[in-house]
């Protein structure tokens, strides 16, 4: 997975957490997040930013993170992404964006038979693995594959 990603989030439109990946970084001194917690936070700020007037959250900095939200207008779901301090906006809204439209366009319409959910979310996590490996320079020039 990218370095600069600690944790990518799939928040449904009750803050709870319907997807989680983390990045585990050995001998990381980094404390235990609470999900949950952190879910229901985003919902939170996001409501209390939309009653100031502002049109939604984009980018929240936190500790020595900085997070990256955003939300599905269908769905309500929120996409985000915990990153390093020093990422660059532009790339992590990238990123976000192709997995959010990973996400719908594996789940449109495949909420209800288990069995489809289940089939859904192994071919998202695939699209996801392939979206975040890392590529060298070369192969994001020319889109070659070793």
Request: net charge negative.
């Amino acid at each position: 997975m990218i370095k600069d990603i600690h944790r990518i989030y799939i928040i449904d439109k009750e803050a709870k957490v319907f997807y989680l990946r983390e990045n585990y970084i050995a001998d990381s001194d980094s404390a235990p997040v609470d999900h949950a917690l952190l879910s229901r936070f985003v919902g939170a700020l996001e409501s209390f930013i939309t009653e100031l007037g502002e049109e939604k959250t984009k980018i929240i900095n936190l500790g020595d993170e900085k997070i990256f939200v955003i939300k599905d207008k269908i769905t309500a779901y929120r996409f985000v992404l915990c990153c390093d301090m020093n990422s660059k906006p532009k790339k992590m809204f990238k990123i976000l964006n192709n997995i959010m439209n990973i996400f719908i366009s594996e789940f449109t319409g495949k909420f209800s038979a288990s069995e489809e959910k289940r089939n859904a979310m192994n071919s998202f996590v695939e699209e996801i693995d392939e979206l975040l490996t890392p590529r060298s320079i070369i192969e994001g020039l020319f889109g070659t594959q070793q």
